[in-house]
Every structure is written in C-alpha cells, then in structure tokens.
C-alpha cells in the first residue's frame, strides 16, 4: 500500500522504519488508552507522530522537486487536490490503516468503541428504526434512505483510522 501511495519499495530500509512504527502504532490502538510511559498507548502516540512527519516531509520534499511524473497518490492529491496539509496527512495515514487492516477489524473497532458510548448506540438505533419505519423490511435500502443515515456514516467513517490524541 505505502508503495502506491507515496512509492515506497518494499524491503527499503526507509519503508521498512515506517512499517515499525505502523506495527507499533496498531499496537496501541487496541491498548488502554493510558498515557504513562512505557504503555502500548504512549508508544503508539509518538509513533503515530513520526508517521506523520515521515508523511510530511514526504509531501515537503514532492513540493520542492514539483515533479510531473509522480506516479502516486500522494503526488496525485498534491498535484490535483485544495486539500490542507493536514487533510492531506490525515488521508495517507486513513489509507495507510485502510489498504493494511481489514474490514474485520474496523468492525471489531466500531463494537470495542460503541460498547462504550451507549448514547451512540441509542442514536444509531433511533435512526435506523426511523428509516425502517419501525417494521421488519421486505426489500434492500434504497439509495436515499442510506444518505438519510447521516449519523451511522458519521459513526462508520470515524472507524476507517483509530486517532489517538
């Protein structure tokens, strides 16, 4: 994934350091969230850190060389996109965790997660209840009751990348 995104080779001592941290990272993302040293959760704030400087002078150093055969995402979405620097940041790391974990585990994300927000599951099912007109469904939802959902899909994109902060 890192290879079509930024064009890091597989087996590359730099690739290899990002991986490190991403492995480090995921660790801690499954952990409590204890900020103490020494904890799952301290190691994967500051490696999410050097992933996203890593990113950053990724992005740095595309802009100053202002290349046109950039044949990547990354050179793509600085060429192409209004995106922030930020928004840019955030989007690599989504599709780093995105093109890495599987749905599996963003759906063992969303339940670890909601399990602890009772409100969110009370809204989640009013919404749903209320598209589906309290009554069992006899056919697929349509097009405009999905968009209708705004707070599910706020809920299921928010476990497209665990964030620490």
């Given at each position: 994934m890192a290879e079509h995104i930024m064009s890091?080779?597989?087996?590359?001592?730099?690739?290899?350091?990002?991986?490190?941290?991403?492995?480090?990272?995921?660790?801690g993302v499954f952990s409590a969230p204890l900020n103490f040293p020494g904890t799952a959760y301290r190691k994967a704030l500051q490696s999410r850190s050097i992933i996203l400087k890593f990113i950053e002078e990724k992005m740095e150093e595309r802009i100053r060389r202002s290349r046109e055969d950039d044949d990547d995402l990354l050179g793509w979405v600085l060429k192409n996109s209004n995106l922030s620097k930020e928004q840019i940041l955030d989007l690599v790391l989504s599709l780093l965790f995105a093109g890495h974990e599987t749905s599996s585990v963003a759906i063992a994300l969303a339940i670890y997660f909601l399990q602890g927000c009772p409100s969110a599951v009370q809204q989640l099912r009013e919404e749903h209840m209320e598209i589906a007109g309290g009554k069992k469904r006899e056919r697929e939802l349509s097009w405009e009751e999905y968009k209708k959902m705004e707070f599910t899909q706020c809920v299921t994109t928010s476990f497209d990348l665990p964030t620490l902060s």
């Open positions: 890091l080779e597989p087996g590359n001592p730099e690739t290899e350091q990002l991986k490190k941290e991403y492995i480090t990272f995921m660790k």
